[in-house]
């Protein structure tokens, strides 16, 4: 995924498209591997099959800390949800932030990061996204 400072031409479709793809790749191999990996088989797992595709991407993300332990799968369920809400409640339509879709996964990444670190409120993590969202509109 481009860092914040590789993503700076909004201008040009080339790499939007190429962005976009990038995203549709993400989401695509995160769905084949919960299809066909007999370990997400389970009821444990049945979650993953309500998600659209932000959240399958959100998936993917954490998937890797669920992996090193970081995550347990209950707080892995509760993190891809409460990510996904917060992208689609916390951050205003791409039209009007002038992020880009994977610039948007950026921005609650970042969040998810920051809150492995600490504890923060609801208007505490709506604050930072506007925060990061005026950061990737300078560098873009």
């Known amino acids: 995924m481009p860092s914040a400072t590789e993503d700076n031409s909004n201008d040009s479709p080339g790499p939007i498209i190429d962005r976009d793809v990038e995203f549709a790749q993400v989401v695509f191999d995160g769905r084949k591997l919960l299809k066909n990996k007999k370990k997400f088989q389970t009821d444990d797992w049945a979650w993953t099959t309500e998600l659209d595709d932000g959240g399958i991407f959100i998936f993917s993300y954490l998937l890797y800390d669920y992996k090193q332990q970081v995550l347990s799968l209950s707080r892995l369920k509760e993190s891809v949800y409460m990510l996904n809400l917060l992208r689609h409640k916390m951050l205003p339509a791409q039209g009007k932030s002038g992020l880009t879709l994977l610039a948007e996964f950026q921005v609650i990444f970042t969040l998810y990061e920051r809150?492995?670190?600490?504890?923060?409120?609801?208007?505490?993590?709506?604050?930072?996204?506007?925060?990061?969202?005026?950061?990737?509109?300078?560098?873009?």
């Open 115 to 140: 809150l492995k670190l600490e504890e923060m409120s609801w208007d505490a993590c709506e604050e930072y996204l506007k925060e990061q969202i005026k950061e990737h509109r300078k560098t873009n």
